[in-house]
């Protein structure tokens, strides 16, 4: 297989600086892009071909394309931060090519391999990294590196031809206020994936499939839904798009990743600066029952949810049939807040990056 080095072509006309500004001043979440996107082909006999960074496009898809249909689609999502001396860094992007490579064998799609994902990553945040916000707040470029199946035809089966793309998003900081806990509804009977399923892989079905959840917490007033396990209803999985950690006082514990949950970067990232940190940091199985139990019995001191796009937030009020609590005083713990500033001090660089997870662009 042939790793395909990217052509460079950028475009004539990128936004002016003036406008750039403008948006980088609030850039929100996923609502504006830069300039350019990497794209590369993949075709049956042929494998990976034809990198190219080019201006940031629509693109133009036959109405009978695969993933139109039957959905083989994969996603991923990593920040790159302004460091202090002005350069840029991704936070453990081969951590994201890997996974990207399991969702793709899930969903029966080929693998990318992992140099060549990060090389598409650095050619996109190299040619854009005027986008990246300055260093000092908690503001990022996301990067959305994503594949689709291309084959036209409506007969079931994998595609026999696919697109990687890499688009890029300026991020502010999650809460530009403050960090304020989120309200929680733990469903009973929805659920967001089942053993033998596609949870362990990243791809939007597993989000088509949250929708309607996500809708029912907000008409109960909660910002996000915590799923259950799909067999017994029992056992605390994770939230649509963000893992979750329980502390017990000097020890957090995390759901075991069962096949039905997303192996978060931020999640296993965590394990580790909680132990550098002196905590007690396991993986062991909570049960929807025990949370309530152990947050009453006040043994249970704080829960908190991560992912990429918010790093750590804590979790406020959670709600199910027929109870309701709330962690500690309803504000952000102690734990909490001492975690995401570690984490976040080593994605900004300015705490020691001990484990060699930040990726310098050359
Ligand atoms: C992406 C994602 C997460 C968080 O993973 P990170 O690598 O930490 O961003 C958690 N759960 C689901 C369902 C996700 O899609």
Same mark, same amino acid.
């Not at 350069?87 to 060549?116: G, I, Y």
């Not at 132990?275 to 152990?294: C, F, P, T």
């Given at each position: 297989m042939t790793t395909p080095t990217i052509e460079l072509k950028p475009?004539?006309?990128?936004?002016p600086a003036a406008e750039r500004e403008a948006i980088l001043a609030n850039p929100g979440f996923g609502r504006h892009f830069t300039d350019h996107m990497v794209t590369i082909k993949w075709t049956e006999g $042929?494998?990976?071909?034809?990198g190219q960074l080019v201006p940031y496009a629509p693109i133009p898809l036959d109405p009978a394309t695969n993933v139109l249909h039957y959905a083989q689609e994969i996603f991923e999502g990593l920040k790159a931060y302004r460091q202090p001396d002005g350069s840029v860094a991704t936070f453990r992007p081969d951590q994201n090519a890997k996974r990207f490579q399991r969702s793709a064998k899930r969903l029966a799609m080929p693998e990318l391999p992992v140099e060549t994902f990060i090389e598409a990553c650095d050619a996109l945040v190299q040619q854009d990294?005027?986008?990246v916000p300055a260093h000092g707040g908690e503001e990022s470029l996301y990067l959305r590196p994503f594949m689709i199946?291309?084959?036209?035809?409506?007969?079931?089966?994998?595609?026999?031809e696919y697109l990687f793309i890499v688009i890029a998003s300026p991020a502010g900081a999650?809460?530009?206020g403050g960090v304020k806990p989120v309200s929680i509804w733990a469903s009973?009977?929805?659920? $967001?994936a089942v053993p033998g399923?596609?949870?362990?892989a990243k791809t939007g079905g597993n989000y088509a499939a949250s929708l309607l959840a996500q809708a029912e917490a907000a008409a109960r007033g909660c910002d996000q839904v915590c799923y259950l396990d799909a067999?017994?209803?029992k056992w605390v999985e994770e939230l649509g798009g963000m893992n979750l950690y329980f502390v017990y006082g000097n020890k957090i514990v995390t759901p075991t990743?069962?096949?039905?949950?997303l192996e978060g970067v931020t999640r296993d990232s965590l394990l580790a600066v909680a132990r550098d940190l002196g905590y007690e940091a396991e993986e062991a199985r909570v049960s929807i029952d025990q949370w309530r139990a152990d947050t009453e019995s006040g043994a249970l001191t704080e829960v908190f949810a991560c992912g990429t796009a918010a790093v750590i937030t804590p979790v406020g009020t959670v709600k199910t049939d027929g109870a309701e609590w709330t962690q500690g005083d309803g504000t952000p713990g102690q734990v909490t807040l001492r975690l995401r500033e570690a984490l976040l001090g080593i994605q900004r660089g300015v705490t020691e990056d001990k484990h060699g997870w930040m990726h310098k662009l050359a």
């Amino acid at each position: 297989m042939t790793t395909p080095t990217i052509e460079l072509k950028p475009s004539a006309r990128p936004l002016p600086a003036a406008e750039r500004e403008a948006i980088l001043a609030n850039p929100g979440f996923g609502r504006h892009f830069t300039d350019h996107m990497v794209t590369i082909k993949w075709t049956e006999g $042929r494998g990976w071909h034809d990198g190219q960074l080019v201006p940031y496009a629509p693109i133009p898809l036959d109405p009978a394309t695969n993933v139109l249909h039957y959905a083989q689609e994969i996603f991923e999502g990593l920040k790159a931060y302004r460091q202090p001396d002005g350069s840029v860094a991704t936070f453990r992007p081969d951590q994201n090519a890997k996974r990207f490579q399991r969702s793709a064998k899930r969903l029966a799609m080929p693998e990318l391999p992992v140099e060549t994902f990060i090389e598409a990553c650095d050619a996109l945040v190299q040619q854009d990294q005027d986008w990246v916000p300055a260093h000092g707040g908690e503001e990022s470029l996301y990067l959305r590196p994503f594949m689709i199946g291309t084959e036209v035809g409506l007969g079931v089966k994998p595609a026999n031809e696919y697109l990687f793309i890499v688009i890029a998003s300026p991020a502010g900081a999650y809460f530009p206020g403050g960090v304020k806990p989120v309200s929680i509804w733990a469903s009973q009977d929805r659920v $967001r994936a089942v053993p033998g399923g596609m949870g362990d892989a990243k791809t939007g079905g597993n989000y088509a499939a949250s929708l309607l959840a996500q809708a029912e917490a907000a008409a109960r007033g909660c910002d996000q839904v915590c799923y259950l396990d799909a067999v017994e209803h029992k056992w605390v999985e994770e939230l649509g798009g963000m893992n979750l950690y329980f502390v017990y006082g000097n020890k957090i514990v995390t759901p075991t990743l069962t096949g039905s949950i997303l192996e978060g970067v931020t999640r296993d990232s965590l394990l580790a600066v909680a132990r550098d940190l002196g905590y007690e940091a396991e993986e062991a199985r909570v049960s929807i029952d025990q949370w309530r139990a152990d947050t009453e019995s006040g043994a249970l001191t704080e829960v908190f949810a991560c992912g990429t796009a918010a790093v750590i937030t804590p979790v406020g009020t959670v709600k199910t049939d027929g109870a309701e609590w709330t962690q500690g005083d309803g504000t952000p713990g102690q734990v909490t807040l001492r975690l995401r500033e570690a984490l976040l001090g080593i994605q900004r660089g300015v705490t020691e990056d001990k484990h060699g997870w930040m990726h310098k662009l050359a």
